[in-house]
């Protein structure tokens, strides 16, 4: 099956830094990845839309200014998030689904932990 | 995007059939259900995805009844490596993808 990979996997980071977050197709292509984020021992929420060669868009309440980000090519989407805090940490998780042929999965990957001192 | 509703929490044994049941009553016309799996710090993984009466595969199986109100998917005999976090979702299928709207999701808990 389809195959949805993240860098890193955690990473900390100290108050006020920034950090970028990979996610990458690796045997297929997608011109849309998705990004979502999950507090503990909640669902998944959805924070943006990634368009190949476009804009993000963002979903209501998540700072477009906060959460960079772009999607260079059709196989890459990278999610920086700038000037972090304590409230940023969460796991975050993007999602792609192949542009050709039925769009019958959704592919997850496998999540990147983020903690914010 | 039609809203769902699980069960917060079932509880099984090993061996044991299990039905989760999602209600979507607001479920358009070109909306599709599908079931998603999540183990602790990992992306969800599909498991099924279905439109009306019954799919099937190695995993599990889907039964829509003809209002397509509501779904329940069916685990047939659970292992403890079957305890997760089951999603319900409810959108339309679109070329390139679409935004999913997560409910709250059932914390399924197989024991000996």
């Known amino acids: 099956g389809a195959v949805v990979s993240q860098h890193p996997s955690w990473v900390i980071c100290k108050s006020g830094t920034s950090v970028k977050i990979e996610c990458r197709s690796l045997?297929?292509?997608?011109?849309?990845m998705f990004w979502y984020r999950q507090f503990p021992k909640q669902s998944l929420m959805l924070m943006a839309t990634?368009?190949?060669?476009?804009?993000?868009?963002?979903e209501q309440g998540v700072e477009k200014d906060k959460f960079l980000i772009n999607h260079a090519s059709l196989t890459l989407s990278t999610l920086t998030v700038t000037s972090a805090h304590p409230e940023d940490s969460s796991f975050y998780i993007c999602?792609?689904?192949?542009?050709?042929?039925?769009?019958?999965?959704?592919?997850f990957g496998p999540g990147t932990r983020l903690t914010v001192t | 995007l039609a809203k769902t509703t699980q069960p917060i929490s079932m509880d099984s044994y090993e061996g044991q059939e299990v039905n989760i049941t999602c209600s979507h009553n607001?479920?358009?016309?070109?909306?599709?259900i599908t079931w998603y799996q999540q183990f602790p710090s990992q992306g969800p993984r599909f498991i099924i995805q279905?439109?009306?009466t019954k799919v099937t595969n190695e995993v599990a199986s889907l039964f829509i009844p003809a209002d397509r109100k509501s779904s329940t998917l069916s685990l047939p005999r659970v292992s403890l490596s079957d305890t997760a976090v089951y999603y319900c979702?409810?959108?339309?299928?679109?070329?390139?993808?679409?935004?999913?709207?997560f409910g709250t999701g059932t914390q399924l808990k197989v024991e000996l």
């Open positions: 979702l409810v959108a339309p299928v679109t070329g390139g993808g679409n935004k999913l709207t």
């Open positions: 045997d297929f292509q997608a011109t849309t």
């Open positions: 607001n479920i358009a016309t070109n909306d599709y």
């Open positions: 990634s368009n190949e060669g476009s804009k993000a868009t963002y």
């Open positions: 279905g439109y009306k």
């Open positions: 999602s792609a689904t192949p542009f050709t042929g039925p769009s019958y999965e959704q592919y």
